[in-house]
T-cell receptor, first 114, second 109 residues
Framework: GAGVSQSPSNKVTEKGKDVELRCDPI?????LYWYRQRLGQGLEFLIY????????KSGLPSDRFSAERTGESVSTLTIQRTQQEDSAVYLC????????????FGPGTRLTVT | GEDVEQSLFLSVREGDSSVINCTYT??????LYWYKQEPGAGLQLLTY?????DMKQDQRLTVLLNKKDKHLSLRIADTQTGDSAIYFC?????????FGPGTRLSVLP
């Protein structure tokens, strides 16, 4: 079946603009995760959803970042007033449930803030 | 806080074994993972090990866990050019995933 998809694959935006990144998890996966990967660095965990609930938002880098999820499907990560340090690849992953640790990753969205 | 460390680069000759090392700090981690990232692709889960195990073997992959030293290693036997990628170690406790910076494995002919 289809894997995790993300859109757009690439996004170039001007500093100060808002961006919205989308993730479509694997159908039936109740858990969804967002990560950030800066150039030359490891993955940084941002937030996870169980269904449409995100119990812990403390991983989000600042209050310019927000995420939501509709039911057990699409999730969007929104970055307001983008800054150059937001430039990174944003990866989404999903798993069957929070108890199932096998996460399937999407290809990522490469965000460049100029 | 939690921290996962890995050496950033490793080069091996085709056919040799590769050993990628990782150290972590959270002694309460329940699972430890190895992910592979190829250029332009998402992360692929290679294998994982429960914290109460010390070894796991899966075909060409062998994972060794030294819980006392908080040291995890991934051995790839008979390394092939298709194994060239970045390998990430990750620890997890509950829902908190912490990834290392990744080790770039280059396989030389």
């Amino acid at each position: 079946g289809a894997g995790v998809s993300q859109s757009p694959s690439n996004k170039v935006t001007e500093k100060g603009k808002d961006v919205e990144l989308r993730c479509d998890p694997i159908s039936g996966h109740t858990a969804l995760y967002w990560y950030r990967q800066r150039l030359g660095q490891g993955l940084e965990f941002l937030i996870y959803f169980q269904g449409n609930s995100a119990p812990d938002k403390s991983g989000l880098p600042s209050d310019r970042f927000s995420a939501e999820r509709t039911g057990e499907s699409v999730s969007t990560l929104t970055i307001q007033r983008t800054q150059q340090e937001d430039s990174a690849v944003y990866l989404c992953a999903s798993s069957l449930s929070l108890e199932d640790y096998e996460q399937y990753f999407g290809p990522g969205t490469r965000l460049t803030v100029t | 806080g939690e921290d996962v460390e890995q050496s950033l680069f490793l080069s091996v000759r085709e056919g040799d074994s590769s050993v990628i090392n990782c150290t972590y700090t959270d002694s309460s981690s329940t699972y430890l993972y190895w992910y592979k990232q190829e250029p332009g692709a998402g992360l692929q889960l290679l294998t994982y090990i429960f914290s109460n195990m010390d070894m796991k073997q899966d075909q060409r992959l062998t994972v060794l866990l030294n819980k006392k030293d908080k040291h995890l290693s991934l051995r790839i036997a008979d390394t092939q050019t298709g194994d060239s990628a970045i390998y990430f170690c990750a620890e997890v406790n509950g829902q908190n995933f912490v990834f290392g910076p990744g080790t770039r494995l280059s396989v030389l002919p």
